[in-house]
């Protein structure tokens, strides 16, 4: 499946922005989503992911009661709101789609969308 991110932006600490994912070629309900990031000279993490149906969300600590991901099956897309923004949240984010395997791991994850750019300011 070919993903699509939304452009990032930049915002002030507070501040809430929402990715969108826009997925194409295949059947983007057979498909787990996640949002992972990847912050300046470290490696790619695990942010949050939902189960196809939409019923099932997983975070990471860090982002609990700030994050929210969703997705429209109908509209084949994924979003990820991010409210209450803190510097630390600023990286480059990806969607991912997977078929299986476990919803943390990045090598689970088989089609990835180009990274889009969110810059948290204090």
Known sequence: VQLQASRGGLVQAGGSLRL????????????????????????????TAISRSGSTTYYTDSVKGRFTISRDNAKNTAYLQMDSLEPEDTAVYYCAARASGT????????????????????
């Open 20 to 47: 969108s994912c826009a997925a194409s070629g295949r059947t983007f309900s057979s498909y787990a989503m996640g949002w992972f990031r990847q912050a300046p000279g470290k490696e790619r993490e695990f942010v």
């Open 103 to 122: 919803y943390w791991q990045t090598g689970c994850y088989n089609d990835w969308g180009h990274g889009t750019q969110v810059t948290v300011s204090s």
